[in-house]
């Protein structure tokens, strides 16, 4: 049977990664499989009150949507008559953009949610009390319990005084030491409304020009099928897709900057490691976007060809999963392998609105 294969003499943007061909479903059903075994983690992070959090429902939509989308994926290589479906490549377009994108977003809540807790003021009598400000000061120690020297030298660089270890002699050396750390990060740690209100409207402003990045994902998304034979269409595509991915960009490495200029300027309430996994996620997630931009300047006149310019061939197959897909994947394992409601205190919900939540006693 014939394949009715839309073309265009001026050419339409090339479709990021291609059109799924039979040599395609060992690492379509590869993914597939992958995205199913996230999951259960997925079902435990959301049982588990401890680790509950609806700071991670990006990461979520997103499994559930790659399983979709592979599902296409090895519907279209094994039948040929669906790999010109409309409704199936405007899906795979769309979701393309979105993948990264709900990835960004969880990581900018997380991030929001635990720099504005390290904004807040915290008392000698609170010291100990695990839900207050960044959630992750550890208990004071006490000289009667027989805690292994390894946790106080823990503590000591959750403190910010690491470098106090190796000049430690002894267990009782170590527990001094994070007494004395201790006392002086609580006298240090006050109130600081201004800085707080300052990462909320910066995080509130990422959030919006998420949003605006959506939709141009989801224009793009959606006109990617009548732009294959309708040049104004094929130049909406094509310029909503570049300014999607700009602004995922953008998102990103604004997230990173945030999270770098927290820890510089307030190490003692600011800790390396968590700022460190954060801008590691979004460094990772920042390989589609530029994959993306290299690419989508591409044009082909046949959905179907197997020109180099296509993205049909083996060797443009290959980067589209190495430099799309997997990172995305990653991303995903890395903010689900963790559990991001105690490492960073989000609770919830994470930080919402502009103004500190007053309660009703007060």
């Known amino acids: 049977m014939a394949i009715n294969t839309p073309r265009s003499s001026s050419g339409f943007p090339v479709p ?23 999951i259960p983690l997925i079902v435990f992070r959301f049982v588990t009150k401890a680790s509950r959090t609806m700071v991670i429902m990006g990461v979520t939509f ?22 010109t479906s409309k409704f199936m490549l405007n899906w795979l377009q769309g979701a393309y953009c979105a993948g990264f994108l709900a990835l960004a977003n969880d990581v900018l809540h997380i991030a929001r949610a635990y720099l504005v807790n390290t904004t807040r003021r915290i008392d000698a009598e609170y010291a100990g009390d ?6 992750l000061a550890p208990d004071p120690p006490n000289v009667d319990d027989r805690q292994d020297s390894c946790v106080d030298a823990i503590q000591l660089e959750e403190l910010g005084a690491s470098d106090a270890v190796s000049k430690m002699s002894s267990k009782n050396d170590l527990i001094q030491a994070v007494k004395e750390v201790k006392a002086a990060d609580i006298r240090s740690t006050h109130d600081e409304p201004k800085r707080r209100l300052c990462f909320r409207i910066i995080c509130i402003t990422l ?9 141009l994902g989801a224009i793009s998304g959606g006109s990617y099928y009548d732009g294959m034979t309708n040049r104004s269409k ?19 490495q604004s997230t990173n900057l945030l999270l770098l200029t927290a820890w510089v300027t307030r190490s003692r309430r600011v800790h390396y490691k968590r700022v460190l996994y954060l801008c590691l996620i979004t460094c990772i ?22 020109t180099p310019d296509s993205f049909n061939g083996f060797r443009a197959k290959a980067l589209f999963y190495g430099l799309h897909i997997f990172p995305e994947l990653i991303g995903a394992v890395l903010l689900l392998g ?25």
């Not at 997103?62 to 790999?83: H, K, P, V, Y």
């Not at 695990?130 to 959630?135: F, L, P």
């Not at 959030?207 to 939709?215: D, E, L, P, S």
């Open 16 to 38: 990021i990664g291609g059109v799924p061909f039979p040599g395609e479903l060992p690492p379509s059903l590869l993914f597939e499989i992958a995205y199913i075994l996230i």
């Open 62 to 83: 997103t499994t559930g949507e790659r399983i979709m989308n592979f599902a296409f994926r090895i519907a279209q290589a094994d039948n040929s008559n669906l790999r």
């Open 130 to 135: 695990k839900s207050d400000a960044d959630g």
């Open 207 to 215: 959030t919006i020009t998420f949003g605006v990045a959506a939709i």
């Open 234 to 252: 094929a130049k909406l595509t094509q310029q909503t897709r570049f300014l999607e991915a700009i602004l995922g960009l953008v998102i990103l």
């Open 285 to 306: 997630l920042t390989i589609p976007p530029v994959y993306r931009l290299a690419v989508m300047s591409a044009k082909t006149t046949s959905l179907l060809t197997t």
């Open 338 to 362: 963790i559990n991001v409601r105690t490492a960073y205190n989000t609770g919830l919900g994470g930080d919402f609105g502009v103004r500190d939540r007053t309660s009703k006693s007060q």
